[in-house]
Nanobody, 123 residues
């Protein structure tokens, strides 16, 4: 059974930093890409960042480039999203995503989802 469990969300002031984590289980390690999406109230779920198995290939939404960094520790089956210079518009529920064989960059192409963790950036 595949499980993606996010953690690390919380309340942070604008300009601050936060790191969210996603622990994966039940997935074959070398065959899936992982990523992060977010959904703000009243908005559609949107792509944030993703990487391949080795994190040698990464993709970022334009809105977070230069501020967010995705990484993964395959020994721990965990993917991270380091978020710096946070803005109030980054407030959303952040979802971990996994896609077999390739990098998940579109919500409708994701194979597995976590339940999400709330990031709230105050102004």
């Amino acid at each position: 059974q595949v499980q993606l469990v996010e953690s690390g969300g919380g309340l942070v002031q604008a300009g601050g930093s936060l790191r969210v984590s996603c622990a994966a289980s039940g997935l074959p390690r070398s065959t899936y890409g992982m990523g992060w999406f977010r959904q703000a109230p009243g908005k559609e779920r949107e792509f944030v960042a993703a990487c391949n198995w080795s994190a040698s290939s990464t993709r970022y939404a334009d809105s977070v480039k230069g501020r967010f960094t995705i990484s993964r520790d395959n020994a721990k089956n965990t993917v991270y999203l380091q978020m710096n210079s946070l803005k109030p518009e980054d407030t959303a529920v952040y979802y971990c995503a996994a896609k077999i064989y390739t990098i998940p960059v579109a919500a409708d192409g994701v194979d597995y989802w976590g339940k999400g963790t709330l990031v709230n950036v105050s102004s």
